[in-house]
């Protein structure tokens, strides 16, 4: 089974006003969390037509990152992206506050194992103000799980 996930995370109220702003959905995770899925059409709309990607990321456009800087000075906003398949995959994370980007990009390759701070979604989703509950990181705690594809928190 395969799971894949390429999303901006900031708070309900800060995603809300973006995704006015850009026409384009959002979806609801837990304690007080939005995401704004990284889907082919938005990636097209916000891309400067180059090619260039944000150095460690595959779905981050360039000039995106700017845009995610300025949206932090508010409240910290994360980019975030996993693509997994069979249990084998990668992840990557960076979190921007303020202006500055404060996380990473942190990733995992195939095959290595978290760190003991957790997966790099998992510290970004801290940074953010999301706590572990019970067994559950972050990442469960906050309802990633839902949807195994970015295209499902559209729908």
Excluded: C, K
């Excluded at 082919?40 to 891309?47: G, I, K, P, R, Y």
Aim: overall charge negative; proline content about 5%; hydrophobic content about 45%.
């Amino acid at each position: 089974m395969s799971y894949e996930l390429r999303a901006v995370i900031a708070g309900e109220a800060l995603l809300r006003e973006i995704a006015r702003d850009l026409s384009v959905a959002r979806g609801s995770l837990g304690q007080g969390l939005s995401l704004l899925p990284m889907t082919n059409d938005l990636f097209d709309s916000v891309a400067n037509g180059d090619g260039a990607r944000a150095p460690g990321f595959r779905w981050l456009p360039e000039g995106f990152a700017g845009r995610l800087a300025e949206w932090s000075a508010a409240e910290p906003v994360a980019f975030v992206e996993a693509d997994y398949f069979g249990g084998v995959g990668e992840q990557r994370a960076a979190v921007w506050d303020a202006g500055a980007l404060v996380l990473g990009p942190l990733g995992i390759a195939e095959g290595q194992r978290f760190p003991a701070a957790g997966s790099p979604i998992s510290q970004a989703l801290r940074r953010l103000g999301a706590v572990a509950r019970g067994r559950d990181d972050e990442f469960a705690a906050v309802g990633l799980g839902r949807h195994r594809h970015s295209e499902g928190w559209v729908s």
